[in-house]
């Protein structure tokens, strides 16, 4: 399990920074400083030339212009291509990828591109080994029939393409001989027909929130190779009265590993033993993991659909679920929402599912806060918590729960200087989430009190500008909000006293004076003028502007 550290950075991965921050060491850049192209001198390794693209586009910078830097592979070789949710690149951007024989791409969540961008992939067609083309609701059109020519793919993603029918599933599978993992969440997919050609091959499924006939689950009992299956779907569509279907299922799979069932009726106690109805009636006992086998060698379980099972599951995923509040659950790893390291696990695993994750953001904060439950590792929570703000910046729901969260889990964190990194991780995705969410007035004053957690300004100067920004956003976005404008001016004071002459300048030139004097709010005023002066560096002709403004809202 990966675990906050502040273990400094690779040099590799420090000269990345730098790169990134600083284009034109390595790049021609336009008038504008936005890089065009890489200098002919440059020759940047595989390994970088991955972290400079993925992370250029993580941060939402990366358009068609920046992956021209990368057109020519003798300079810039990419194997591993990361550009999930990136909504500034279109098919004729992804045309700079064409050279580059490509062993993973994950082009996830990307609004502009079409199944047109398929065509720039055909260097790639004996590398490419892992696709992920998730989420993209116009790719491919409906009347297209969808085909990848990717004789060595092994894994395939290709939830929520809702344009996607069955019969072009079935061409699809006819073409990818050696697919092991596949991924069709949310796809209208009935009763799994279209697997039969890979029902031998396929170790890994995810069917994720399809609506499944019993058709389905007598396919699934077929494919013996599965190690991993997951049937888990939104508790607002669980189908009542399956938890017979449950052991028949885990029966028919021997190598079975890992198993999602969470929102489904699969795990419900509807015809257990008395024994077994008092396991799971049990509330004020903790589900345990690791359970010991029985003498006839299967293992102790109080959930009757997993009674067959021979050997435990290496993970188990129970989330809105009767049996997450099971007495033994025969799994290593659960996902849950019941216990603390249910929903650690949970957060874990279901980072990429937008709906899932904010009722796992939810059970923290009823976990933690509600029921004032005392964190074993509070760190970890705060970790998974902020890099889930990061993947889903734009939605609302998660950005509200999560800064709920991390308001509650970083109480104390101005009385120490532990872990800076993972304090810069949480500050950035509160910032984004403001920025994403500029009129959203819980997130505001969510991200306000949290960042009045933190120490100040010290934790602040890296970001400081794009706080200053936010927090000005505030003031001509919440005139009527006295609080939120209360704790913005108080931020704004702590970090402006702070600041060096060339930092007030810089700051002093996004807009305070401007946004400032539209406050109407006496209560502001004083307060206002204190640290527009402070942001210009209390030069003459700074103050003399900001006197005259001032006078001019009078």
Same mark, same amino acid.
């Given at each position: 399990?990966?675990?906050?550290?502040?273990?400094?950075?690779?040099? %590799?991965?420090?000269?990345?920074?730098?790169?990134?921050?600083?284009?034109?060491?390595?790049?021609?850049?336009?008038?504008?400083? &936005?890089?065009?192209?890489?200098?002919?001198?440059?020759?940047? +390794?595989?390994?970088?030339?991955?972290?400079?693209?993925?992370?250029?586009?993580?941060?939402?910078?990366?358009?068609?212009?920046?992956?021209?830097?990368?057109?020519? =592979?003798?300079?810039?070789?990419?194997?591993?291509?990361?550009?999930?949710?990136? %909504?500034?690149?279109?098919?004729?951007?992804?045309?700079?990828?064409?050279?580059?024989?490509? *062993?993973?791409?994950?082009?996830?969540?990307? +609004?502009?591109?079409?199944?047109?961008? !398929?065509?720039?992939?055909?260097?790639?067609?004996?590398?490419?080994?892992?696709?992920?083309?998730? %989420?993209?609701?116009?790719?491919?059109?409906?009347?297209?029939?969808?085909?990848?020519?990717?004789?060595? #793919?092994?894994?395939?993603?290709?939830?929520?393409?809702?344009?996607?029918?069955?019969?072009?599933?079935?061409?699809?599978?006819?073409?990818?001989?050696?697919?092991?993992?596949?991924?069709?969440?949310?796809?209208?997919?009935?009763?799994?027909?279209?697997?039969? =050609? #890979?029902?031998?091959?396929?170790?890994?499924?995810?069917?994720?929130?399809?609506?499944?006939?019993?058709?389905?689950?007598?396919?699934?009992?077929?494919?013996? &190779?599965?190690?991993?299956?997951?049937?888990?779907?939104?508790?607002?569509?669980?189908? +009542?009265?399956?938890?017979?279907?449950?052991?028949?299922?885990?029966?028919?799979?021997?190598?079975?590993?890992?198993?999602?069932?969470?929102?489904?009726?699969?795990?419900?106690?509807?015809?257990?033993?008395?024994?077994?109805?008092?396991?799971?009636?049990?509330?004020?006992?903790?589900?345990?993991?690791? *359970?010991?086998?029985?003498?006839?060698? %299967?293992?102790?379980?109080?959930?009757?659909?997993?009674?067959?099972?021979?050997?435990?599951?290496?993970?188990?995923?129970? *989330?809105?679920?009767?049996?997450?509040?099971?007495?033994?659950? =025969?799994?290593?790893?659960? &996902?849950?929402?019941?216990?603390?390291?249910?929903?650690?696990?949970?957060?874990?695993?279901?980072?990429?599912?937008?709906?899932?994750?904010?009722?796992? #953001?939810?059970?923290?904060?009823?976990?933690?806060?509600?029921?004032?439950?005392?964190?074993?590792?509070?760190?970890?929570?705060?970790?998974?918590?902020?890099?889930?703000?990061?993947?889903?910046?734009?939605?609302?729901?998660?950005?509200?729960?999560?800064?709920?969260?991390?308001?509650? !889990?970083?109480?104390?964190?101005?009385?120490?200087?532990?872990?800076? /990194?993972?304090?810069?991780?949480?500050?950035?995705?509160?910032?984004?989430?403001?920025?994403?969410?500029?009129?959203?007035?819980?997130?505001?004053?969510?991200?306000?009190?949290?960042?009045?957690?933190?120490?100040?300004?010290?934790?602040?100067?890296?970001?400081?500008?794009?706080?200053?920004?936010?927090?000005?956003?505030?003031?001509?976005?919440?005139?009527?909000?006295?609080?939120?404008?209360?704790?913005?001016?108080?931020?704004?004071?702590?970090?402006?006293?702070?600041?060096?002459?060339?930092? /007030?300048?810089?700051?002093?030139?996004?807009?305070?004076?401007?946004?400032?004097?539209?406050?109407?709010?006496?209560?502001?005023?004083?307060?206002?003028?204190?640290?527009?002066? #402070?942001?210009?560096?209390?030069?003459?002709?700074?103050?003399?502007?900001?006197?005259?403004?001032?006078?001019?809202?009078?």
């Amino acid at each position: 399990m990966m675990r906050p550290t502040d273990d400094p950075e690779s040099l %590799g991965d420090i000269c990345v920074h730098f790169c990134l921050a600083n284009p034109s060491s390595i790049c021609v850049v336009d008038g504008g400083g &936005a890089p065009v192209g890489i200098k002919p001198d440059v020759c940047i +390794p595989s390994a970088y030339s991955d972290k400079l693209l993925n992370w250029y586009s993580e941060k939402g910078l990366a358009d068609g212009h920046f992956l021209q830097v990368f057109s020519d =592979p003798q300079q810039t070789r990419l194997r591993h291509v990361n550009l999930h949710g990136n %909504g500034r690149i279109s098919d004729k951007a992804l045309s700079a990828l064409s050279a580059h024989q490509l *062993v993973e791409l994950d082009l996830s969540c990307c +609004p502009n591109i079409t199944a047109d961008c !398929l065509h720039h992939l055909q260097q790639s067609k004996h590398t490419l080994l892992a696709l992920n083309l998730c %989420g993209n609701m116009s790719f491919p059109w409906p009347h297209q029939d969808f085909n990848l020519d990717f004789p060595r #793919l092994r894994v395939l993603n290709i939830g929520n393409l809702h344009g996607l029918h069955v019969k072009s599933l079935e061409k699809l599978v006819l073409t990818l001989s050696n697919l092991t993992s596949l991924d069709v969440s949310e796809l209208n997919v009935d009763d799994l027909s279209f697997l039969e =050609p #890979l029902k031998h091959k396929l170790s890994y499924l995810v069917l994720y929130n399809c609506s499944l006939k019993d058709q389905a689950y007598e396919m699934m009992m077929t494919m013996k &190779a599965l190690r991993h299956l997951d049937i888990s779907v939104l508790p607002e569509r669980k189908s +009542p009265g399956k938890s017979h279907i449950l052991a028949k299922l885990v029966s028919s799979l021997p190598v079975l590993t890992s198993l999602d069932i969470s929102g489904t009726s699969l795990g419900d106690m509807d015809g257990g033993s008395d024994s077994e109805s008092e396991d799971m009636a049990d509330s004020t006992a903790q589900p345990e993991l690791g *359970v010991q086998e029985h003498a006839d060698g %299967g293992v102790r379980c109080s959930i009757s659909g997993l009674q067959g099972l021979r050997h435990k599951l290496e993970f188990l995923g129970l *989330v809105q679920t009767e049996a997450a509040r099971a007495q033994h659950i =025969p799994a290593d790893r659960v &996902a849950g929402h019941i216990t603390e390291q249910q929903v650690l696990t949970a957060l874990q695993v279901y980072l990429d599912r937008s709906q899932m994750m904010a009722k796992c #953001l939810t059970a923290l904060f009823e976990l933690s806060v509600l029921q004032a439950t005392e964190l074993e590792e509070p760190l970890q929570f705060v970790h998974h918590v902020a890099f889930a703000m990061r993947r889903h910046p734009k939605d609302a729901n998660i950005q509200v729960a999560g800064s709920a969260a991390l308001y509650h !889990l970083t109480k104390g964190w101005g009385r120490s200087c532990d872990f800076i /990194k993972l304090r810069r991780t949480v500050i950035g995705a509160l910032i984004s989430g403001m920025e994403h969410h500029p009129t959203e007035v819980t997130m505001q004053r969510n991200g306000c009190l949290t960042l009045c957690n933190f120490r100040i300004p010290e934790d602040l100067e890296f970001e400081y500008q794009r706080v200053a920004e936010v927090l000005l956003s505030i003031f001509a976005n919440f005139r009527n909000e006295e609080f939120i404008q209360r704790i913005a001016v108080y931020l704004c004071n702590i970090i402006v006293c702070q600041l060096n002459g060339q930092q /007030k300048e810089l700051v002093g030139r996004i807009g305070v004076v401007r946004v400032s004097t539209r406050i109407g709010h006496s209560l502001f005023v004083y307060s206002v003028q204190c640290f527009v002066v #402070l942001f210009t560096g209390c030069k003459p002709c700074s103050v003399q502007n900001t006197k005259c403004l001032f006078l001019k809202t009078d």
